[in-house]
């Protein structure tokens, strides 16, 4: 758990922020003075899904924020979650959609494949399922794997699985 205090969310912050992201694979608290909506997207591409300002911060608090954080949720000032999550809707819709994407990276293609391979198809069922060649799910399962860094079709499932996509 990496937990940062800062005034305010500029380039050399920013800089340490990522820096702690490639370093480490923990998730990160930021205690911060002043914080909006493009800078709260900048912290969270760096893996800081905890957000509390300085004002709002008692030590309780702080405890509360770290032990959610540390169990997979997250934290964000209530009134930055309304604008964060519409510029998640206009992401999804105005670039990822029209490009058959979805925030997990995958298309609904690769997602399809991916489910029937963990209902137990194999490739040429698959592809008759699906109405492709086999070589074009093989070349679907390849990129998938390769792009996500999974070693085999059992780990894709997995993957799949535990985000939720099948």
């Keep these: 758990m990496a ?6 969310l500029d ?3 920013q800089r340490v ?29 760096c893996g800081f899904v905890g957000i509390v300002r300085r004002a709002e911060t008692t030590p309780e608090r702080l405890v509360q924020v770290i032990s959610s954080v540390a169990q997979g949720e997250g934290h964000v000032p209530p009134d930055l979650l309304g604008s964060l999550l519409e510029q ?7 670039v990822l959609a029209p490009r058959g994407l979805n925030f997990t990276g995958l298309a609904a293609r690769e997602i ?25 799910i093989k070349n679907v399962l390849h990129a998938v794997m390769t792009r996500l860094n999974l070693r085999n079709r059992s780990h894709a499932v ?3 699985l535990r985000q939720g996509l099948i």
């Design 88 to 94: 998640v809707g206009k992401l999804q819709g105005q």
């Design 11 to 13: 380039d050399d912050a």
């Design 3 to 8: 937990v940062v205090v800062l005034d305010v």
């Design 17 to 45: 922020l990522r820096q702690i992201q490639r370093t480490s694979t923990a998730r990160g608290v930021l205690v911060i003075t002043r914080i909006d909506e493009q800078q709260l997207v900048d912290a969270a591409e």
């Design 158 to 160: 997995a993957y799949a």
């Design 112 to 136: 399809e494949v991916l489910r029937l391979v963990a209902e137990g198809y194999d490739t040429a069922d698959i592809a008759m399922k699906l109405s492709y060649s086999e070589r074009t």
